[in-house]
């Protein structure tokens, strides 16, 4: 097998392996892959490039223009994956293992893409939240926005995702507008750096977006800033040895840790043997075990069922385990491939020893393993244990020592509440699941176990096949948990992307506040045209361009029509006596819809134009009753534009309609595509 020698890429140029140099080995045969050495970097000037270079050049695109690079970089990697499945079969990983972390990656990439585009303005500035007056008069506003720190981004990834590991974080990074400096695990990190070269080779990231380190990071977390930020994942011990940095905690560095927990499954007490949910949990926590070789942070540590049902889980399970072919990833035929090196195969086991002091070993062996197509003693493999622990009230390792490998304890409960006490012992974790048919149950876990785990996951007969698993975090959704789990929320959307951006609270006049936000707010000067505003093509559009409409009266025949005509005969609309006994009604009153309705027959230019469709209202809020005889009149006004494409664009309006009186009777804003 040639030995790779992994490069670092510093300030855009690739930097071979220099130093003190380790050898990687093959976790399935134990023979040299690559040799790995950051000794002769300058830390510094990678991180004065990252700041220099990369930051300006991210800062300068739109979040609409950076969501649109993640797509390009996800679709040309996605093209590519042949080359990085077969370097992670030395990982120990099988083809199955490798697509969670190969492919989820790359749709990571494309999920921060989408959300970007439809999330996200098409601006450098985020709005987070409303508009706070803060006068009586209006003339002093409040608004939160979110800006791109000015730093660079550490990333330390773990050895059990090389790729997925990399690419979930850099897609909130780079997003946000945030050069990164990417630090994979040394076991695996021939998987890691030849994704990285893709990444380089597209040419699609600006200079400086991103750089890579193969071996240690030297002084580099000696050099941040206020404005940088750590992202680690790994170890509750390494973590908290980088966070006790001097530079880290005098200078307040953001640190986002993703670490180890001792994840949970429970069996609701409604799901006997014979059930769907008990058939569901036993697969699931069968392929918890033995997914990536038990290598994940989300696995399925602790698995907590009924006393009664306990020795049916034990049986059950172990039946699958004992039909589960342990052997060479490249085999078809092999459902488990090996741990990721010698040392991890033998922390696990004395990890598992610890355990067996307080549990009984149901399945498995510590010292001995059946392994297809590949040498057992040369390669990491090891064999699935599952415990189970007679008392696991009085245990303590069970509820503290993580084997990270496929070892699993089986615990009995007494009731739910017994359940989820047992479940808040793991002092915190990245997951909890719960496999119920039944609401009450699943009501009673959040209140009781919330507080205690990143990600609840709730899976029945209804869940089916369409739900993902205990252990896969989604870029939707946080992934990340308390105490142990490290506190930290990765991913999460748009929240991931909030961790590398500065919230600021923005206190000024309404003219100042619509010309920092690019967008009219109450207050601000309008611009009154003779044109009609939906006669102007995107492009020509100001905003603040506002038109105020005639007004038309409001009869009780166009009441009673509305009524008729649309089936809406609600007694506020047709009935005198009953609409006075409403505490909110005068008397009979027009429909919330004929307001609008009316609205629109106000402003609306009939005419073919640069208005190609509207496409819905938002913050629709009624604020005083119609009656028969007001007068209707609306005020149209530009507030915000987006660009879509080269052919048209999005158009925000705010719309007030107001009474004879100057009263306002309805507000919402009013979204149209315009024509470039």
Not at 63 to 76: D, P, V
Request: hydrophobic letters at 40%; proline letters at 5%; a negative charge.
């Amino acid at each position: 097998m040639t030995i790779l020698p992994l490069h670092s890429y510093a300030a855009g140029e690739w930097i071979a392996p220099q130093g003190k140099l380790s050898m990687l080995r093959s976790a399935v045969t134990g023979e040299a892959v690559a040799r790995i050495g950051s000794g002769g970097l300058d830390f510094a000037a990678m991180a004065d490039h990252a700041r220099r270079t990369g930051g300006p050049a991210l800062r300068a695109l739109t979040f609409h223009q950076r969501a649109a690079m993640l797509k390009a970089l996800a679709q040309y990697l996605n093209e590519r994956r042949d080359p990085l499945y077969e370097l992670s079969y030395e990982t120990g990983a099988t083809k199955a293992d490798s697509m969670i972390d190969i492919d989820g990656g790359i749709g990571t990439l494309f999920a921060y893409a989408s959300k970007g585009r439809r999330e996200l303005p098409d601006d450098t500035i985020f709005v987070d939240g409303g508009l706070e007056q803060l006068s009586r008069g209006g003339n002093f506003l409040g608004q939160h926005v979110a800006t791109s720190l000015q730093g660079v981004a550490i990333h330390i990834n773990a050895f059990n995702f090389p790729v997925w590991g990399m690419l979930e974080k850099l897609a909130p990074t780079l997003l946000a507008g945030v050069p990164a400096i990417v630090k994979p695990a040394s076991a695996t990190a021939w998987l890691a750096e030849a994704a990285f070269r893709m990444i380089v080779e597209s040419g699609i990231l600006p200079d400086g977006a991103v750089q890579f380190i193969a071996g240690p990071t030297g002084d580099l977390l000696d050099r941040l800033t206020c404005q940088d930020v750590v992202s680690f994942t790994g170890s509750a011990s390494t973590a908290a040895m980088l966070r006790a940095n001097p530079g880290i905690l005098r200078n307040s560095v953001r640190f986002v840790a993703e670490q180890d927990s001792l994840n949970a499954s429970i069996l609701g007490p409604d799901a006997a043997p014979g059930s769907p949910e008990f058939d569901a949990f036993v697969k699931e926590a069968h392929r918890e075990m033995t997914a990536k070789a038990g290598q994940k942070c989300t696995a399925i540590r602790r698995i907590l069922v009924a006393g009664t049902h306990r020795d049916a889980v034990i049986e059950a399970l172990s039946e699958r385990l004992a039909k589960t072919v342990i052997g060479n990833p490249r085999d078809e035929a092999t459902r488990m491939g090996a741990l990721a090196s010698l040392a991890q195969r033998d922390d696990v086991r004395e990890k598992a020893v610890r355990i067996g002091r307080e549990a009984r070993l149901v399945y498995g062996d510590l010292d001995k393993v059946t392994v297809s197509g590949a040498d057992a003693a040369a390669g990491a493999f090891f064999s699935p244990l599952l415990f189970s622990c007679d008392d696991p009230d009085g245990a303590s390792d069970v509820h503290d020592v993580e084997a990270f490998g496929p070892v699993s304890t089986v615990m009995g409960y007494r009731d739910l509440a017994h359940a989820l006490a047992l479940a808040n012992r793991g002092g915190g974790s990245l997951v909890a699941s719960v496999f119920t048919h039944d609401p009450a149950v699943a009501r009673q876990v959040v209140e009781n176990a919330g507080a205690f785990h990143g990600r609840l996951y709730f899976a029945n007969r209804d869940t089916g096949k369409e739900a993902t698993g205990h252990g896969s975090p989604l870029p939707h959704m946080v992934h990340g948990g308390p105490g142990r789990a490290g506190g930290g929320e990765e991913m999460g959307g748009i929240r991931g992307v909030m961790h590398y951006m500065q919230r600021t609270a923005i206190q000024a006049s309404p003219d100042l506040l619509a010309g920092i936000l690019e967008s009219w707010v109450p207050g601000a000067k309008i611009v009154e045209k003779q044109a009609h505003p939906f006669r102007m093509r995107f492009g020509e559009l100001e905003i603040g361009h506002t038109l105020w409409t005639t007004s038309r009266t409001v009869t009780l025949d166009d009441i009673e029509h509305f009524a008729n005509f649309t089936g809406d005969t609600f007694y506020a609309h047709m009935d005198e006596e009953a609409a006075k006994a409403n505490p909110f009604f005068p008397g009979r009153v027009a429909h919330g819809y004929l307001i609008l309705s009316f609205a629109a027959g106000l402003f609306v230019d009939p005419a073919p134009g640069p208005v190609l469709a509207n496409y819905g209202l938002d913050n629709l809020r009624f604020m005083k009753p119609v009656s028969p005889g007001d007068s209707l009149k609306v005020r149209l006004t530009a507030k915000q534009k987006t660009r879509r494409n080269d052919d048209y664009g999005e158009v925000r309006w705010d719309v007030g309609v107001y009474n004879q009186d100057g009263e306002q009777v309805a507000s919402y804003e009013l979204l149209t595509m315009n024509a470039m």
